[in-house]
Every structure is written in structure tokens, then in C-alpha cells.
């Protein structure tokens, strides 16, 4: 698949870490650029835009948190955050800030070049299927192919994880999804922590609902997961 030569920026302090995930991506064929603490990786991304970060949460100086929170006022670039093995807020803050995936230290580099590859497919435009071109849902307008979203006149800024969840639910009109099928759909994982699903419903929800603590696009069904309801 076409993820040779995509650029990856490693912000990392540990050294050791850095060097074995910098060898296990490029053995599998990435670029990969690697600084050591938050205003640098802000820096990198800012003058050479990667195709994707791994981002460290425990960091010198800034930390992963409000560096992803930067990455996220000025670009779409897709980030997985390390986090401390457990540590269950730190996941479920990075996802809110708008990180694509997380994965637990201690990992395996393995897994790790597998979610990138995942995160990469999953982002690449357009694995969406071709018709509709446009999907409507009252004053929401979804180009597919643009890859654009807009409520009325005003432009709907999503991640690209984000947009793949709202036009998969949008083209299952009615369906009900298990959290769990959503996170193989959109995620293209067979195994993983449906809370990330959760997450990134409630921030879907919060740019294209009237009333997120309301919602009526996308539903709540008790016991199962979430329906599209337009």
C-alpha cells in the first residue's frame, strides 16, 4: 500500500524509544524525523508538514497535550499519542484534543508501525466510496470527494478521523452501530478501546449537532451504540 516514503514526525524525549520506533518505521519504509520535546515538534510540523506524528505525552517544556492542541488549530495532520501503560485520562484527554489514535507504553514497535499504517489508510483521500459525492442532512452538507463540511454557510473544521466516522454513519441511514463495528469500519481495527468511538462521537457532536448534550443526527441506542438519525 502507498504509505512508502510518507513522512512521519517522532516527538520523543526518550532517546532509546525514539531510535527503535525510528528504525522499525523506516525498515518499513517511512521518512522519519525525529526532535526530543513539545516546541520543537511544533516547530518541525509547522515548517515541514508531515503526513503523520507519533506524539509522546510526557514531554519537556510542552507537553503532548497542548502540542496536539496546536497541531489541531492549524492543521488535520493525523497524531497518535503515546501515553503512560494505564493511564485511562490521558488517552480519553488526548482523543478529546483531537488525537486519531493512542496506543500504551510500554508497546510493541510492531503494533505501533501497524496503527500508523492504519491511520495513514484510513486518512488518505478518498478510501470513501464513490457515490454519493454529496451527502445532506438539513443544513449539513457533506462533499465526500472534497472532503469538506459545511452548516449552512459556515465550514465545518473536523479531523480526518472525525469526517470517516460522520460519513460512515451518514451513508448507514437508521442503522444501529456497536461501538465496536464502528471501530473496525472507521478505524480499521479488529480489536482496540471502544471508549475511542465514544470520544470522537461526543466531538462529532459538538460541531454539527444544535444540541450536543441533545443530540438528534446521531443517536444514542441504549445497549448497542450510535445511529445515524440525520
Known amino acids: 500500500m502507498g504509505c512508502v516514503h ?7 524525549d526518550d532517546a532509546t524509544v525514539a531510535d527503535v520506533v525510528r528504525r522499525y518505521l523506516e525498515r518499513d519504509g517511512f521518512a522519519v524525523r525525529w526532535v526530543a ?11 515541514d508538514p508531515p503526513d503523520l506524528v507519533v506524539l509522546d505525552v510526557m514531554l519537556p517544556g510542552i507537553d503532548g497535550f497542548e502540542v496536539c ?9 493525523p497524531v497518535i499519542m503515546l501515553t503512560a501503560r494505564g493511564e485511562e485520562t490521558d488517552r480519553i484527554v488526548g482523543l478529546e484534543l483531537g488525537a486519531d489514535d493512542y496506543i500504551s507504553k510500554p508497546f510493541s514497535p510492531r503494533e505501533l508501525v501497524a496503527r500508523v499504517h492504519a491511520v495513514l489508510r484510513r486518512t ?16 449539513l452538507v457533506v462533499d465526500v470527494a472534497a472532503r469538506t463540511v459545511n452548516r449552512g454557510e459556515a465550514t465545518v473544521s473536523l479531523t480526518a478521523r472525525e469526517f470517516e466516522l460522520l460519513v460512515h454513519l451518514m451513508q448507514h441511514p437508521g ?8 471501530l473496525e469500519s472507521v478505524w ?17 457532536r459538538e460541531k454539527i449537532e444544535t444540541s450536543p448534550s441533545a443530540p438528534t443526527r ?8 450510535y445511529r445515524w438519525d440525520g
Open 6 to 12: 510518507a513522512r512521519v514526525l517522532l516527538v520523543e
Open 37 to 47: 520535546d513539545g516546541q520543537a515538534g511544533i516547530n518541525a510540523a509547522e515548517s
Open 69 to 77: 492542541r496546536r497541531l489541531r488549530a492549524t492543521t488535520p495532520v
Open 124 to 139: 488518505a483521500a478518498p478510501p470513501i466510496s464513490s457515490p454519493p459525492r454529496v451527502l445532506r442532512s438539513g443544513d
Open 175 to 182: 442503522r444501529a452501530f456497536r461501538r465496536e463495528e464502528l
Open 188 to 204: 480499521g481495527y479488529r480489536y482496540g478501546d471502544a471508549a475511542t468511538v465514544t470520544v470522537h462521537v461526543r466531538r462529532l
Open 218 to 225: 446521531v443517536s444514542t441506542v441504549w445497549g448497542v451504540g
